[in-house]
């Protein structure tokens, strides 16, 4: 995990009261959440080949992310519509990537700040000749 139980309880010590195996199920949950707002580049780079300060903003976007979690629960999926019965419901897109992913906003603004969330993927081209 990109953060543990002991770095959350340092970091915000508000979740004191709280058991731990709690704990460390929410920080799973937004290393998953994490993982896809940063399409996976984490794993691919290694998380301990990354700078020492992307993974401090990648851990406090962990607790964070967990926060958010325990507060409004796990969105695995952007659901944009749903029917029950004769009632349909059709989600309207914000346009705000961290609401479509369901993270907290703080969470993916730290992680903005490491240079992992853009959806941009550089190409390089050669000139023929």
Same mark, same amino acid.
């Given at each position: ?22 704990? @460390?199920?929410?920080?799973?949950? =937004?290393?998953?959440?994490? !993982?896809?707002?940063?399409? &996976?580049?984490?794993? +691919?780079? /290694? ?8 993974? @401090?903003?990648?851990?406090?976007? =962990?607790?964070?992310?967990? !926060?958010?979690?325990?507060? &409004?629960?796990?969105? +695995?999926? /952007? ?51």
């Amino acid at each position: 995990m990109y953060a543990d139980v002991n770095f959350y309880l340092e970091s915000f010590p508000h979740g004191q009261q709280e058991a731990s195996c709690e704990i @460390e199920a929410s920080l799973a949950l =937004a290393e998953i959440k994490i !993982d896809e707002a940063t399409f &996976n580049r984490i794993k +691919g780079r /290694g998380f301990e080949n990354l700078t020492a300060f992307q993974q @401090e903003r990648i851990k406090l976007a =962990a607790c964070y992310q967990a !926060d958010y979690i325990r507060e &409004n629960g796990y969105d +695995g999926a /952007g659901i944009q519509s749903y029917s029950v019965l004769d009632i349909s419901v059709t989600v309207k897109d914000s346009g705000k990537v961290y609401e479509s992913l369901g993270i907290s906003p703080v969470a993916y603004a730290l992680l903005q700040q490491t240079g992992l969330t853009g959806r941009i993927v550089s190409v390089s081209y050669t000139h023929l000749r």
